[in-house]
């Protein structure tokens, strides 16, 4: 029954498998905020289902109840979970219509019932299991989708520490991508300021002890461009904070080489910590992503200006347009 997946069906299961994820995060928030689960579980079983049915051939009428996809899929293939889909959908429009808060015991119901559903449709369907499919295929930073593929590799070989190592430079790759644009701050429309160098004068360093105060508003402008660039981009920085404390800080050194220090927490990371620490950036290169028309359009304009022929005109501001004094008009010369 399964046929070849192509790049567009891929990418659209590996949103179904991002909105389950995100369906996982609220769950364990404090209630009510962990209520929302009930919606994002929702979104990914009916987006699971019309793709599942345009890849079996199977038209959809439009504006259809969620239940009666059971039936319309029928004469192809026979979902299973019907029951339990409803008590899913009845939980989300009470949420949604009545404002009834789902107890805990619905939420967990809800993720249990998802997850099988999905384990046993996708491979009769896709030929696939939903978990293999990488959600870093949606996303827009190519350097950044590279170097996630690249610490997965290392997870692949139990090497969580690499793999850590990895995702810290999958994100100073994503903040980069927004701070520089090509290696200038000229053209971004996240502009904090220029990065500071090791070569800036005057050099601090723990061998100067006369410029520690420096060193210390140093460190505090890297904190904060870094920050604010998060913050801007909608990153969640408890969510960053998290991050951080679970990977390490990778320093690039003039040769090019990357090294960091592995500490006993970093040794005790788990495969559970990795999967969580990979979805933050993948999450976070998403929220990103909004930027990228900004961006380009900064860096359009940037461009024409540069281009252009000679200096730029330059005009001042004179107020409002005075209108023209027409108390004399030409029938009044004759």
Known sequence: MAQPLDPLTVQRLAYVRYLYREGVEQSGQ?????SRAITSFHDAVENFIGLAAQHLGVELKKNAEFLSYWEAIKPVYELPKRDQMKRLNDARVALKHNGTFPSAHQIEQARETVV???TTVTPKIFGIELDTVDMVDLLTQHEVKQLLRDAQTHADIDDYVQAMAGLSVAFQALLANY???DGSTRWSAFNFGEKLSPFDEP????GVPRLQRLKKFGDFMEITQNTLMAISLGIDYPSMARFH???????TFGDGSKRYTVGKDLEEVTSDDYDWARHFVIESGLRAAKADDL????????????QADGALAERSWT??????DRSVTVFDVL
């Open 116 to 118: 099988d559903f999905f």
């Open 30 to 34: 404090p209630s009510p905020l962990c």
């Open 295 to 306: 961006q380009a359009m900064k860096k359009k304009a940037w461009e024409a200006n540069r």
């Open 319 to 324: 107020g409002p347009v005075v209108p023209e």
């Open 203 to 206: 050099r601090v360093g723990t």
């Open 245 to 251: 404390i679970l990977t390490p800080k990778v320093h």
């Open 179 to 181: 701070q520089r644009g």
